[in-house]
Nanobody, 122 residues
């Protein structure tokens, strides 16, 4: 059973930084593309960043390019989202996601964590 557990959310002032972590279990982590989505009430879930199974490919939403960086540590079965220069509009629940197919790209999001709240105050 695939399990994704996020951590690292919280309250930060505009211009500050946070680092989100996602611990994965239940299958060989290094075979699967991972990513982060975010959602605010009343809006659709948005793909923020994705990283391929070996870290060789990454993609970002235009709104976060240059500020957020996704990375992974296959030895630790973990994916991270370093968030710098945060803005109030980055406030959302952030979800870790993974694909169901091995070695697939781009990320579709077949498995989800429960989310972690990031609040950026102005």
């Amino acid at each position: 059973q695939v399990e994704l557990v996020e951590s690292g959310g919280g309250l930060v002032q505009a211009g500050g930084s946070l680092r989100l972590s996602c611990a994965a279990s239940g299958r060989p982590f290094s075979w699967y593309t991972m990513g982060w989505f975010r959602q605010v009430p009343g809006k659709e879930r948005e793909l923020v960043a994705a990283i391929s199974w070996n870290g060789g490919m990454t993609s970002y939403a235009d709104s976060v390019k240059g500020r957020l960086t996704i990375s992974r540590d296959n030895a630790k079965s973990a994916v991270y989202l370093q968030m710098n220069s945060l803005k109030p509009e980055d406030t959302a629940v952030y979800y870790c996601a993974s694909d169901g197919r091995q070695f697939s790209w781009p990320l579709k999001g077949d498995y989800w964590g429960k989310g972690t709240l990031v609040t950026v105050s102005s």
